[in-house]
Nanobody
Framework: QVQLVESGGGLVQAGGSLRLSCAASGRGFSNLAMGWFRQGPGKEREFVAAIGWSDGSTFIVDSVKGRFTISRDVTKSTVALQMNSLKSEDTAVYYC?????????????????WGQGTQVTVSS
């Protein structure tokens, strides 16, 4: 089992920055990939970014590439999503998730473990 707890959400003005953190606990993570998803009002949950726990390889959706970065700290068992140049369309609940580090990383159905989510609101 893996437990995931997100933090760092809040209200920010357009153009501002936020850093989300996901604290992981439970089983070993070396064979896992950690992902960030978001779900805006009236929208489906969508993939944002993922990172391989052991090798640090990253995958970022084109819509946020250049503005968002994903990283992990293996000593602290945390995954971060640094969000810069935020736009109103980035408003959503952001979820941290974990899956085996094989195959597709962009599909929510592939992830076995989920955090409770943290709200990000960007005011224009």
């Amino acid at each position: 089992q893996v437990q995931l707890v997100e933090s760092g959400g809040g209200l920010v003005q357009a153009g501002g920055s936020l850093r989300l953190s996901c604290a992981a606990s439970g089983r070993g993570f070396s064979n896992l990939a950690m992902g960030w998803f978001r779900q805006g009002p009236g929208k489906e949950r969508e993939f944002v970014a993922a990172i391989g726990w052991s090798d640090g390889s990253t995958f970022i959706v084109d819509s946020v590439k250049g503005r968002f970065t994903i990283s992990r700290d293996v000593t602290k068992s945390t995954v971060a999503l640094q969000m810069n140049s935020l736009k109103s369309e980035d408003t959503a609940v952001y979820y941290c998730a974990a899956k085996l580090n094989v195959g597709e990383h962009t599909k929510a159905a592939e992830y076995s473990y989920w955090g409770q989510g943290t709200q990000v609101t960007v005011s224009s």
